[in-house]
């Protein structure tokens, strides 16, 4: 009696290995959405690094997605959680709001960051250096986490005393840079989905 009861059991594993296998290739074959995505980081990017009305709008833009990005996963966090759920909703609307205002007026959104630059990138840098600290034991290149958090901080001092048009360059410059590693990442990740996709 034991021995059958045992059967389905073991058969239902197996078939679940060609399942797996089946949904990792179903998700492989979108291998072409992150070119598609990579492509188009590297356009933002040729056009941000062109410094003109359109690198403003552009970099304008790309805010207003970053918070509708983030408002859409506070609403996720949301559906999911059972704790505080208001709060997640409240912020989500708040990013969402931020996300239709930087999209209606991208030139204010980039004025407004630009303005602050200082600040953000003084932020940025206080996180990689602690955290380079608290990855110290498990990450081997903890020291590179310092260095880039050292560097970000001197870069917040000496753009906090810039005047405005100088910080817009230097965004823009950061934003440039930003967008165009983040193509080259997606098209990277793209060959390397797909190559996975072939082997399996």
């Given at each position: ?108 959104t980039f004025a407004g960051l630009a303005d602050v ?84």
């Amino acid at each position: 009696m034991s021995t059958p009861a045992a059967t389905p059991e073991f058969g239902s594993t197996a078939t679940g290995m060609p399942e797996t296998r089946d949904a990792a290739r179903a998700v492989a074959s979108a291998w072409w959405l992150w070119l598609v995505t990579g492509v188009m980081w590297i356009i933002a990017s040729v056009v941000i690094l062109q410094f003109d009305t359109a690198s403003i709008t552009t970099v304008g833009v790309i805010i207003g997605c970053m918070f509708m990005v983030a408002g859409i996963q506070q609403f996720t966090v949301a559906a999911t959680t059972d704790s505080a759920r208001w709060l997640w909703m409240i912020f989500g609307v708040v990013f969402v709001a931020c996300g239709f205002v930087a999209f209606f007026n991208p030139a204010d959104t980039f004025a407004g960051l630009a303005d602050v630059l200082g600040f953000l990138f003084l932020t940025v840098g206080v996180w990689w250096t602690i955290q380079a600290f608290l990855v110290r034991d498990v990450n081997p290149l903890w020291w590179f986490s310092l260095l880039s958090g050292i560097l970000m901080i001197i870069m917040a001092f000496w753009t906090s005393g810039q005047l405005f048009i100088e910080k817009s360059y230097t965004l823009l410059i950061f934003a440039g840079v930003w967008a165009m590693m983040h193509g080259i990442g997606d098209v990277v990740r793209a060959f390397a989905v797909r190559s996975i996709r072939d082997e399996l």
